[in-house]
C-alpha cells in the first residue's frame, strides 16, 4: 500500500475522534508517530493553541535516551509521556482528551498513554 494513501486512511480514522474531542471542551493530547519518533502534543480545548510538547526528537530526550536516541520503541514513547504530563500540568492541564490519531491504541501509542496517567493527566 502506498504510504500517502496509508495516511489518508489514518487521517480519515482520527476525524471522528476530532470532532468528538471538540465537543467535550477539553484539551487534547495528539500523538503522531513516525518510524525514528514519537511526539505528542497538548492542544488548547478551542484548538488554537499548543500549550505543551514533548518529544523523542528534542535534544535533552535525546541525551536521555542515550546516544543512539532510540526515538522508535516503546521505552522512548514512556519517556514522552511523563514528560508531556509534567508539561501540560505546568501549564494548568489536568485533564485531557486522548487524541490517538487514528494510529492503533498499541504498543508506542499506548506506553506513552499509559505513562501520562501514570504521571496524573487524567484521560
Given amino acids: 500500500?502506498?504510504?500517502?494513501?496509508?495516511?489518508?486512511?489514518?487521517?480519515?480514522?482520527a476525524r471522528q475522534?476530532?470532532?468528538?474531542?471538540?465537543?467535550?471542551?477539553?484539551?487534547?493530547?495528539t500523538v503522531n508517530r513516525t518510524n525514528l519518533h514519537i511526539y505528542a502534543t497538548v492542544i488548547s480545548d478551542d484548538g488554537t493553541k499548543v500549550l505543551a510538547t514533548a518529544s523523542t526528537a528534542e535534544g535533552e530526550m535525546r541525551k536521555a535516551l542515550g546516544g543512539s536516541g532510540k526515538g522508535g520503541n516503546a521505552a522512548a514513547a514512556e519517556q514522552v509521556g511523563k514528560?508531556?504530563?509534567?508539561?501540560?500540568?505546568?501549564a494548568g492541564v489536568e485533564k485531557v482528551a486522548f487524541d490517538r490519531a487514528g494510529f492503533?491504541?498499541?504498543?508506542?501509542?499506548?506506553?506513552?498513554?499509559?505513562?501520562?496517567?501514570?504521571?496524573?493527566?487524567?484521560?
Fill in 83 to 90: 514528560r508531556i504530563a509534567e508539561r501540560a500540568k505546568a
Fill in 17 to 29: 475522534t476530532r470532532i468528538r474531542i471538540a465537543n467535550q471542551g477539553v484539551a487534547r493530547l
Fill in 104 to 123: 492503533a491504541y498499541h504498543g508506542r501509542v499506548k506506553a506513552l498513554a499509559e505513562a501520562a496517567r501514570e504521571a496524573g493527566l487524567q484521560f
Fill in 1 to 13: 500500500m502506498h504510504h500517502v494513501e496509508q495516511k489518508e486512511q489514518r487521517l480519515r480514522r
